[in-house]
């Protein structure tokens, strides 16, 4: 960007013309600055974290580079080798991922999905469906200008077969579908607007015709073996309203949707969700993540960062782009119909995963790319164009303006990069010879000195770490001072993000970890205040009580946790234990009652329960529901007959022993 601004500056030719696709992203950044400034967590929003790396700062990156490319990229001829660039990559990047498939390189994030050089199947996803749509795009526009030459036909036609086959092995079902329902949608425009072309129509009714005997096929033999055996195929049979993960996503909007009603005009700023979905929390969730950051799905993740305004901000770069596609003139019927089938997939896999780098990166080049053909064709002017700056004044500006990129470097850049590299350094094994935990201490705290976004990511590897420590062979003093770094930390993390349960939640896990009993408590009642109905919340805010004697506060967290998803099995579990443990024995069997229908029903925790009052009856009543469901289990009635001696039935042991 720096050196563009020089160059802009120096030659008029390089500003970019008038676009409203640059004005609608441009009032779309600055929306989302004004409801992060204003929202739950300004540093948060401006910043994001390590695992995320979005935030304001990405967005304004993304507009630097959509301005960039709007105003160097100004000929037919330079987008052509810009595409066949990226093109080119995503075929080394779809060979990598064949090689992981072949098992010849190992897939990063584990698993049988391909994730070649992203480390997630997801963003290779849909980083394979631009590409799809670019080389369509490419194939057709060399088709056009060289008479239809077979060469070509052979080059892009293999580099499509090898991305749609990399594309389908990520198993990212978002993606698939979305490549599925754009290469419909493109075909289907073709259809009806390219009837003039007779190989373009023919091709168009063979793509249309071909896909849906394809999906009819694919419906009828879901339930196959063959199917069943092949990764994406069997995810993509999965996808039913009653699926664990569109549960899920449809909860999410559930909560998301209360979020918004709160802050309907500007929203809860970036990366605030997790406060919402706290907040909001379902219980019928329990069976899910418990710390959802993004609703997966665009259109209520803008909702809730931008509010309405936000919202309808990004709507209108999508329309503005389909209107400079559609109303300029500068597009031909196959190119329109490519491209919209584009954005549609795009749109698509975003209803059910949210943006990433990659996804933003493409999405940026391809409007950068409609928005300068469009611009050319209606002859807009460029932006500033009378404005001559005098040379000499001109080429200091230049040379000032390239001076300051990497003053912005290390301001913006810098020392986000190195907390990272010194947090891995901190996590990292390190023997006494090597200095031991006093070094790993020291590691931490020069990540922490740089005081950045990635505090928070450092700060939490730092407690979880502390709090597995309390069970380790370091001495008490080694202990004790890792511990007051660690809840000195954690506490600070908490203080700058008060609306966030999860930091008081790890204040009461490192607290309680350490014996600190009181201060746990504290902390856990806390998370439960943003927190009321998170099941996980509830169960060590009652592990506490336990510990401090407190029955009453324990037995009143666990009735709650029960009454919130009575079908939630952990939750009934340790209801009924601690019913069990207080000789509430009506409400305990009519709690229990339910176990008893399933092989689960013989757990440990509910038969130390009753071992400790002798209650050998009710012990027996368990493994025989076992026995009953899984009749071939000897184990299970092994531990039934023992039961049953131990009660003083001695001929039924003997029964179930023969």
Not at 360 to 383: N, P, Q
Not at 449 to 472: C, K, P, V
Not at 633 to 645: C, E, K, P, T
């Amino acid at each position: 960007t720096a050196l563009w601004l020089g160059l802009a500056l120096v030659n008029p030719d390089y500003r970019p013309r008038r676009s409203w696709i640059l004005l609608a992203f441009a009032l779309f950044v600055f929306s989302i600055g004004l409801s992060d400034v204003l929202g739950a967590n300004m540093w948060k929003s401006i910043w994001s974290n390590y695992e995320r790396m979005e935030g304001w700062v990405t967005l304004a990156h993304l507009l630097a580079y959509l301005v960039v490319v709007a105003s160097v990229l100004s000929t037919e001829v330079l987008w052509k080798r810009f595409w066949h660039t990226t093109i080119g990559v995503s075929a080394l990047v779809g060979i990598y991922g064949v090689f992981q498939l072949l098992g010849w390189i190992t897939i990063n994030q584990g698993g049988v999905r391909l994730d070649a050089t992203f480390g997630n199947a997801t963003y290779l996803g849909i980083y394979m469906l631009f590409h799809l749509f670019l080389t369509a795009l490419m194939w057709e526009r060399a088709w056009r200008n060289n008479a239809g030459q077979w060469g070509y036909a052979f080059l892009y036609g293999s580099i499509m077969l090898l991305q749609t086959f990399v594309l389908f092995f990520t198993a990212t079902r978002g993606a698939i579908l979305g490549a599925i329902g754009g290469a419909l949608l493109s075909a289907f425009l073709l259809v009806v607007l390219a009837n003039q072309s007779k190989n373009a129509w023919r091709a168009s009714v063979g793509v249309v015709v071909g896909t849906l005997v394809l999906i009819g096929g694919f419906y009828f033999a879901r339930d196959t073996a063959f199917v069943q055996g092949i990764e994406p195929l069997r995810r993509l049979a999965e996808i039913s309203l009653s699926e664990r993960t569109v549960i899920a996503r449809f909860m999410n909007i559930g909560m998301a949707i209360e979020g918004i009603k709160e802050r309907p005009l500007l929203g809860w700023g970036q990366e605030n969700y997790n406060a919402v979905f706290n907040m909001n929390y379902n219980p019928q969730m329990y069976a899910q993540e418990q710390w959802f950051d993004r609703t997966h799905n665009f259109i209520f993740d803008w909702l809730i960062a931008g509010g309405l305004v936000g919202f309808l901000l990004y709507v209108s770069i999508l329309g503005a782009t389909l209107w400079a596609l559609w109303g300029s003139g500068a597009f031909t019927v196959p190119e329109r119909s490519i491209l919209t089938g584009l954005l549609a997939g795009y749109v698509f896999s975003n209803l059910f995963v949210f943006d990433n780098i990659t996804s933003y990166i493409m999405f940026v080049m391809v409007i950068g790319y409609i928005a300068v053909r469009s611009a050319e064709a209606l002859g807009k002017t460029r932006l500033l164009s009378t404005v001559n700056i005098p040379r000499t004044a001109s080429a200091i500006c230049a040379v000032v303006a390239i001076a300051a990129a990497p003053a912005v470097v290390w301001a913006v850049n810098w020392d986000g990069y190195m907390s990272n590299r010194t947090l891995i350094q901190a996590l990292s094994p390190r023997s006494p010879e090597d200095g031991g935990i006093q070094k790993t201490m020291e590691v931490f705290k020069e990540a922490l000195a740089y005081d950045t976004f990635g505090n928070q990511e450092i700060r939490e590897q730092l407690a979880q770490g502390t709090a597995q420590a309390a069970g380790s062979s370091l001495s008490a003093e080694e202990k004790q001072a890792l511990y007051d770094l660690a809840y000195s930390e954690m506490t600070k993390q908490a203080e700058s993000a008060p609306l966030d349960a999860r930091f008081q939640f790890f204040l009461g896990i490192l607290a309680g970890a350490f014996g600190n009993r009181e201060a746990a408590a504290g902390h856990l009642d806390k998370a439960l205040e943003l927190s009321p109905t998170k099941q996980a919340m509830i169960f060590q805010r009652a592990f506490i009580a336990i510990s401090m004697n407190d029955t009453p506060k324990a037995l009143e967290l666990l009735k709650k946790a029960y009454e919130l998803a009575p079908e939630f099995r952990e939750a009934r579990i340790m209801y009924a234990g601690i019913l069990i443990d207080q000789k509430q024995d009506a409400l305990a069997d009519e709690i229990v009652a339910p176990l008893l229908n399933d092989e689960l029903a013989a757990d440990q925790r509910l038969i130390s329960a009753y071992l400790a009052r002798k209650d050998f009856e009710r012990i027996a009543k368990l493994w025989d529901a076992r026995v009953r469901v899984l009749p071939q289990d000897s184990q299970a009635r092994f531990a039934l007959a023992a039961s049953y001696h131990a009660a003083g039935q001695k001929q039924k042991s003997i029964e179930i022993l023969e």
